[in-house]
């Protein structure tokens, strides 16, 4: 069964250092996401991508984060100089795109845990 | 503006009794989709089901039940003859059209199934 993966599994980076977490998603999906964990609390939307575009963000989304395609199978996920509270678990999601302006679920890999210290 | 509420925290079961995690919603779309996601201890995030806001039939898959309420914005979640392997965190979640099908969380539901 087809899966999303993610790399690395665990991060650790000092405060300030640069981070790029890589997901590779389902093939057939191009729809894509990054949500983050922050530990015992709820799974929270970073931003979802589409067409080589973002469609949406949140406002934990800042100027510190960005995503890339770089090429026809990875999705990154890069913060520029990480602090203390980007503690957290991200997960990579994708889903199908769906007709006119439904929903598919989102499938999620297993997560990589960034740790900052 | 979305929300999806999940007011148990915690809930302590024996292997065999049913139970059901409570999630309600709230949201100005008139069409929107819920979702359920188990979370065991390993971390991941496993979709459970989905479900449009114009089909409010319930849905059984095995010991999986899925209450659909419109009139009272809850999607419940029942799980019959509970098992150690059902032990997990499950999360409630909202998207609606035209929000980049960004999902809206709850703040979970930790299960423990005990023998």
């Known amino acids: 069964e087809p899966e999303v993966t993610q790399t690395p599994s665990h991060q650790v980076t000092q405060m300030g250092q640069e981070v790029i977490l890589r997901c590779v998603p389902i093939?057939?999906?191009?729809?894509f996401y990054w949500y983050r964990q922050i530990l015992g609390q709820k799974v929270e939307f970073l931003v979802s991508?589409?067409?080589?575009?973002?469609?949406?963000k949140s406002e934990i989304f800042d100027d510190q984060f960005s995503v890339e395609r770089p090429d026809g199978s990875n999705f990154t996920l890069k913060i520029r100089s990480t602090k203390l509270e980007d503690s957290a678990m991200y997960f990579c999601a994708s889903s199908e795109v769906p007709p006119g302006l439904g929903s598919y679920e989102q499938y999620f890999g297993p997560g990589t845990r960034l740790t900052v210290t | 503006a979305q929300k999806v509420t999940q007011a148990q925290t915690e809930i302590s079961v024996v292997e065999k009794e049913d139970v059901t995690l409570d999630c309600v919603y709230e949201t100005r779309d008139t069409t929107y989709y819920l979702f359920w996601y188990k979370q065991p201890p390993s971390g991941e995030l496993v979709f459970l089901i989905r479900r449009n806001s114009f089909d409010e039939q319930n849905e059984i898959s095995g010991r999986y039940s899925w209450n659909f309420q419109k009139s009272t914005s809850s999607f419940n979640f029942t799980i019959t003859a509970s098992q150690v392997v059902d032990s997990a965190v499950y999360f409630c979640?909202?998207?609606?059209?035209?929000?980049?099908?960004?999902?809206?969380f709850g703040t979970g539901t930790q299960l423990k199934v005990e023998l």
């Open positions: 979640a909202l998207s609606f059209t035209g929000g980049g099908n960004k999902l809206t």
């Open positions: 991508f589409y067409n080589n575009e973002i469609s949406e």
């Open positions: 093939s057939n999906h191009l729809y």
